[in-house]
């Protein structure tokens, strides 16, 4: 079955970086985008950056351009997040997702607070 688990997350000051991952398991990871989404509490996930396949595309949310970094390692099956100049606004839940046979399949989700 498809499995996505997240880590990384903890509390950081403003200013401060973290590192997310998530470990991809039970589909054909190297064959698929990948994608770290974000949820505010009460809020809708909003999506923060995407990868293709094979890494050579990404995309940000505007949000986070020039400070977030998404990258994948297709022989380790994971994808990474990297987390810099981070500001209290960046304070949610963070979820790593992909999509096949028109399905989303979602992490449990790590915790990022940013604060002082």
């Known amino acids: 079955q498809v499995q996505l688990v997240e880590s990384g997350g903890g509390l950081v000051q403003p200013g401060g970086s973290l590192r997310l991952s998530c470990a991809a398991s039970?589909?054909?990871?190297?064959?698929?985008?990948m994608r770290w989404y974000r949820q505010y509490p009460g809020k809708e996930r909003e999506l923060v950056a995407t990868?293709?396949?094979?890494?050579?595309?990404?995309n940000y949310a505007d949000s986070v351009k020039g400070r977030f970094t998404i990258s994948r390692d297709n022989a380790k099956n994971t994808v990474n997040l990297q987390m810099n100049s981070l500001k209290p606004e960046d304070t949610a839940a963070y979820y790593c997702?992909?999509?096949?046979?028109?399905?989303?399949?979602w992490g449990q989700g790590t915790q990022v607070t940013v604060s002082s």
């Open positions: 997702n992909t999509r096949l046979y028109m399905n989303d399949y």
């Open positions: 990868i293709t396949a094979s890494g050579r595309i990404t």
């Open positions: 039970g589909f054909a990871f190297s064959n698929y985008a």
